[in-house]
C-alpha cells in the first residue's frame, strides 16, 4: 500500500485518480482548492467508504501546498507518490491573449507546481524511493497555433521535469510524464469563447475542429487513472505515456519525420494541410 498525493481531485482526472487508487487499497490524499466545495468527491468515498482524506491546496497560493505535504506526512509517516493533476487552461494566440492571463496560466501550471515539487522532493529524496506522475498534455509536446501558452506552461513543465528525472534517480525516486489528448471532462464546460472575432481564424478554426474530433472520440478519465497506475506500479517507469486515440496518433506522425518536416506541415495554409495531415496522421480529423 502507498500513499499516495494527488492534485486537482474536485472532478475530472484528478478525482476518478483518486478514487481509482483507494479501490485498490492505497492511503490516498485528495487535494482541492476548497474542501467545502467538495460535494461530489466527499459522496463518493463515503458511499465505497472508501481510504481517502480531503486536504485543502491550491498551487496558487504556497503556503497551503506546505500545508498540505505536512498533513500528509504527519499523519502516514510519509509519502509515496505524488500525482500533479492541478492545472488550468485559458489563452488563445500569442498577440490576443493578455499579459494577466499569460502570467495566471504559469502560475498555476508551473510556478505551482515548481512550489509543489520543492514540498515533495525532501522526502522522496530521504525515504530513497517514490514516484512523481505528472499530468501534462499532448499540447506539452505539439503546439498548435492560438494554443501559445497553455502549451508553453506545459513544454516548460515537460523541461523541469525532464531535469528533475536525473535529479530524482540519484535517489531512488521516478518522474514520470502523463500525455492525455481530448479526455472527457468537466474543464470543457468552462471555456468561455471570445465575442470578437479572431485575429487569426484560420488557426482558429484548425484548433476548434481538432478538439471536436478529439471530444467525439475521447479518453475517458478512467482511462488515464489507469494509465498512472501502470507507471506507479512499474519497477522502471516510462518517462511519457500518450493517453487516447489522438494522443497516440499525432506522436506518432510526429516522431515519423524531422522537426523542419513537422514544422513545414504545421505551416501549411489551406486545403493542401489537410491533405498533408491525413498523410502523416492516417486519419482525417478536419474533413470527416
Not at 114 to 128: E, K
Not at 208 to 227: I, N
Request: hydrophobic content about 40%; proline content about 5%; glycine content about 8%.
Amino acid at each position: 500500500m502507498s500513499v499516495i498525493l494527488i492534485t486537482g481531485c474536485s472532478t475530472g482526472i484528478g478525482q476518478e485518480t483518486a478514487l481509482h487508487m483507494a479501490r485498490k487499497g492505497h492511503e490516498v490524499y485528495a487535494a482541492v482548492r476548497t474542501p467545502g466545495s467538495a460535494d461530489e468527491l466527499k459522496a463518493k468515498i463515503s458511499a465505497e467508504s472508501l481510504p481517502v482524506t480531503i486536504v485543502a491546496l491550491d498551487l496558487t497560493k504556497p503556503d497551503t501546498i506546505d500545508s498540505a505535504v505536512a498533513e500528509v506526512v504527519e499523519k502516514s509517516g510519509r509519502i509515496d507518490v505524488l500525482v500533479a493533476n492541478a492545472g488550468i487552461g485559458a489563452g488563445s494566440s500569442v498577440e490576443e491573449t493578455p499579459l494577466d492571463t499569460v502570467r495566471e496560466i504559469f502560475e498555476t501550471n508551473y510556478f505551482g507546481n515548481v512550489s509543489l515539487f520543492r514540498a515533495v522532493t525532501p522526502h522522496l529524496r530521504q525515504q530513497g524511493s517514490g514516484n512523481i506522475v505528472v499530468v501534462g498534455s499532448l499540447a506539452g509536446r505539439y503546439a498548435a497555433g492560438c494554443h501559445a501558452h497553455y502549451s508553453a506552461s506545459k513544454w516548460a513543465m515537460e523541461g523541469m521535469c525532464e531535469s528533475m528525472a536525473q535529479e530524482m534517480a540519484e535517489f531512488g525516486a521516478h518522474v514520470s510524464i502523463i500525455e492525455p489528448g481530448c479526455v472527457a471532462t468537466p474543464m470543457w464546460t468552462k471555456v468561455t469563447p471570445s465575442d470578437a472575432p479572431p485575429l487569426y481564424p484560420n488557426n482558429v478554426a484548425r484548433l476548434v475542429r481538432f478538439f471536436e474530433f478529439g471530444l467525439a472520440r475521447p479518453a475517458m478519465p478512467s482511462d488515464v487513472a489507469e494509465v498512472i497506475e501502470e507507471a506507479i506500479n512499474a519497477d522502471q517507469p516510462k518517462f511519457r505515456y500518450p493517453v487516447g486515440k489522438d494522443a497516440v496518433e499525432v506522436t506518432t506522425a510526429r516522431e515519423s519525420v524531422s522537426e523542419n518536416e513537422w514544422m513545414d506541415f504545421l505551416c501549411t495554409q489551406g486545403d493542401a494541410f489537410f491533405d498533408k495531415w491525413v498523410d502523416l496522421v492516417g486519419v482525417d480529423y478536419y474533413r470527416e
